[in-house]
């Protein structure tokens, strides 16, 4: 018989929303749940991915409660109020784009779903019926001739993740990640289980929001494949072992998994949940981390593993992601420059090599500026759209306007031009010392190639915007001097 106890009352005095206890992967402790208005607790503990305890412990209840994952529901829901602040009523996952129309399917989830042939074919491989090349059905068959071609040359710094993402009809994500776990030979090294493989990236990949202009499955493709990029470079290619290789490519492809598309600043002065969570640090990245986690344990992909093993498999890959947090740049530049002053990294050590691949999911993440300038221009200008959204909602529900997101005060090129001069290349800089190879000369040449673009581009609009002023200023004395003759008179 299930008892229920008195809770005290809880932290910020609001009640816990029962959408928290119907989360994918949420922690309850049955003695508690079902008083919230939750399932009942022997429902709960049959749940997919959830986790039941018989415990007293109030305190962990509360935090449980608050868990750190994502509501799996229609774009309706409306979220409970978590503060005072008016934006609270929006929900992050509309925040981006209109309300899409009821119907019995999203167009999201149209595109995500897996086509009836590889559908097929992974029926069969459940029945045991054998295949005649089973990696190939998985790998080849959904693909385009085209984009098959394009991860031939994944390698390549020029490769286009828009185009790769177009003809793998929005599932660029799942096919790029689950090609390099293959050409990396991981599937078989692990013994992973190619369906679950498969679930599993479909599962990140629909995590991530696709109303995001710039935080989504695209972005994160595009980050794995810089990852694999730095991980062929020869310091790397010789000395990573094969844990190394899938929790590069693991951290690369969760790295902003779920990102609501604002900061981490927005969150603490809205009170968001996750904040309080996280005590106001690092908080998108635990979440992203938390999130990866979830999602592993909810496929299993890695349950076969022995408890200790998969356990540390989780820190690891937690201190990768938590490595992208761009308010600890200056801690980790640091170390890698006196790292490579003192000459004293030593790839055969493990800890150095984690070292090596939290710089690199670093490059990786804000590489943007040193790719081509077709393809950074145009990640430049989505990362943008998604800063000016959040200034407007700032704006719009009279919060203070981060500086960065005011798109009154700011540009694109302004934006950029800082981005590059102090972030990524102070980093890079490193980074080409650390490798120097022809892939660190060419990002090199494209970032300032791509830095002198944008100051181009911005002195023109600058001397446009004088002109404008002038003329129009000329115009307005003109009107002034016409106005002020007396009717009918004459100039002599």
Known sequence: ????????????????????????????????????????????????????????????????????????????????????????????????????????????????????????????????????????????????????????????????????????????????????FNSYGLIELFQLDMVKLRRFLVMIQEDYRSQNPYHNAVHAADVTQAMYCYLQEPKLAETMTSCDLLLGLLAAATH???????????????????????????????????????????????????????????????????????????????????????RDLCLTNGGHRHFILQIALKCADICNPCRPWKLSKLWSEKVTEEFFHQGDIERKHHLEVTPLCDRQSNSVANIQIGFMTYVVEPLFVEWSRFSDTRLSQTMMGHLSLNKQGWKEGRDKQEASTSRASKEQRTSAVKDSNSKELPQGSKRS
């Open 256 to 342: 902003d998994l779920d990102h609501p598309g604002v900061n981490q600043p927005f969150l603490i002065k809205t009170n968001h949940y996750l904040a309080a969570l996280y005590k106001n640090i690092s908080v998108l990245e635990n979440h992203h981390w938390k999130s990866a986690v979830g999602l592993l344990r909810e496929s299993a992909l890695l349950s076969h593993l022995p408890t200790e093993d998969r356990l540390n498999m989780e820190e690891r890959l937690g201190s990768l992601i938590l490595a992208t947090d761009i308010s600890r740049q200056n801690n980790y530049l640091s170390e890698f420059r006196t790292h490579l002053d003192k």
């Open 1 to 180: 018989m299930e008892v229920c106890y008195q809770l005290p009352v809880l932290p910020l005095d609001r009640p816990v929303p029962k959408h928290v206890l119907s989360r994918r992967g949420a922690i309850s402790f049955s003695s508690n749940s079902y008083f919230f208005g939750g399932p009942a607790p022997r429902q709960l503990a049959k749940r997919r991915g959830a986790i039941s305890y018989d415990s007293e412990n109030q305190t962990a209840l509360y935090i449980r409660m608050l868990g750190d994952v994502r509501v799996r529901s229609q774009v309706g829901f409306e979220p409970e109020l978590r503060g005072s602040h008016p934006y609270l009523y929006v929900d992050f996952r509309t925040l981006h784009s209109p309300p899409q129309s009821a119907g019995p399917v999203s167009a999201r989830n149209v595109r995500r779903l897996l086509s009836f042939q590889r559908y097929l074919h992974s029926s069969r491989f459940i029945r045991g019926i054998p295949a005649s090349n089973p990696l190939g059905y998985i790998l080849d068959d959904d693909y385009t001739g085209q984009a098959k071609l394009m991860l031939e040359k994944v390698g390549n710094w020029n490769f286009d993740m828009f185009l790769f993402d177009r003809l793998t009809n929005g599932n660029s994500l799942v096919n790029l990640t689950f090609h390099l």
